[in-house]
Nanobody, 128 residues
């Protein structure tokens, strides 16, 4: 069973930064879509950022553009989400997800229903 493991969450003050990490199993030569999502209590899950397995085609949700950066380390099979200038409204549980053998264009990669492998999440709490 494929497992994703997120880490790097924590509590910070507004304006602070965190770097979230997601360890992805080695899919070999298979291409796949990677995404970061978040869900706050009482709210729907929201697509934050996504990237192709080869590092191409990066897309961000409107609420995090110019503040968050997604990247991947191909050698270590880790996908990062650098979160800067955090705001209290960024408080949520953050999840990484994979869609094996799928690549999406544009905002399609921010739809959670397109993914079938998920991690357990890591909590991010931002205080004002």
């Amino acid at each position: 069973q494929v497992q994703l493991v997120e880490s790097g969450g924590g509590s910070v003050q507004a304006g602070g930064s965190l770097r979230l990490s997601c360890a992805v199993p080695d899919f070999g030569a298979q291409t796949y879509q990677m995404g970061w999502f978040r869900q706050a209590p009482g709210k729907a899950r929201e697509g934050v950022a996504c990237i192709w397995s080869n590092g191409g085609r990066i897309t961000y949700g409107d609420s995090v553009k110019n503040r968050f950066t997604i990247s991947r380390d191909n050698a270590e099979n880790i996908v990062y989400l650098q979160t800067d200038n955090l705001k209290p409204e960024d408080t949520a549980r953050y999840y990484c997800a994979v869609a094996p053998m799928r690549l999406f264009f544009g905002v399609e990669c921010l739809r959670d229903t397109n993914y079938n492998v998920w991690g357990q999440g890591t909590q991010v709490t931002v205080s004002s």
